[in-house]
């Protein structure tokens, strides 16, 4: 279940960044090297980030981030073994801001980090 969830995130993540114009927007952008136990938490950016700068008035965008909001993505995202652990993780306002794409990367790349985990 969580692999078809997280394969349909991925499918409304290509529909949104093709019919993005603007790739050049700047916003808050969680690393690339997300430790296992701060992957919710940068989901949590990612999801306050596309609500913040695109709202969920097109039809992708409300697509994915109810997709994102997701109880299956969010245990298909959960990586970390402990509860307490989750401390040390960035705020979204700590994140640098990077260009639109790079988000949209960044937001694909862990979503596909959760894939191979559950295959």
Same mark, same amino acid.
């Given at each position: 279940?969580?692999?078809?969830?997280?394969?349909?995130?991925? $499918?409304?993540?290509?529909?949104?960044? $093709?019919? /993005? *114009?603007?790739?050049?927007?700047?916003?808050?952008? *969680?690393?690339?090297?997300?430790?296992?136990? @701060? @992957?919710?938490? +940068?989901? =949590?950016? &990612?999801?306050?980030?596309?609500?913040?700068? /695109?709202?969920?008035?097109?039809? %992708?965008?409300?697509?994915? %981030?109810?997709?994102?909001?997701?109880?299956?993505?969010?245990?298909?995202?959960? /990586? @970390?073994?402990?509860?307490?652990?989750?401390?040390? @993780?960035? =705020?979204?306002?700590?994140? *640098?801001?990077?260009? +639109?794409?790079? /988000? &949209?990367?960044?937001?694909?790349?862990?979503?596909? $980090?959760?894939?191979? $985990?559950?295959?």
């Amino acid at each position: 279940m969580e692999r078809k969830k997280l394969q349909e995130v991925l $499918r409304e993540l290509k529909m949104l960044k $093709r019919d /993005f *114009p603007n790739t050049e927007l700047m916003m808050n952008t *969680p690393p690339k090297d997300i430790e296992d136990c @701060c @992957c919710l938490t +940068a989901l =949590t950016c &990612f999801r306050e980030t596309l609500l913040q700068h /695109f709202g969920i008035s097109g039809k %992708y965008q409300k697509k994915l %981030y109810k997709s994102l909001n997701h109880t299956l993505t969010i245990s298909g995202l959960n /990586f @970390c073994n402990t509860e307490t652990s989750t401390t040390n @993780c960035s =705020t979204c306002h700590s994140h *640098p801001k990077e260009k +639109a794409s790079e /988000f &949209f990367n960044r937001l694909e790349s862990l979503v596909q $980090r959760g894939l191979s $985990r559950i295959n």
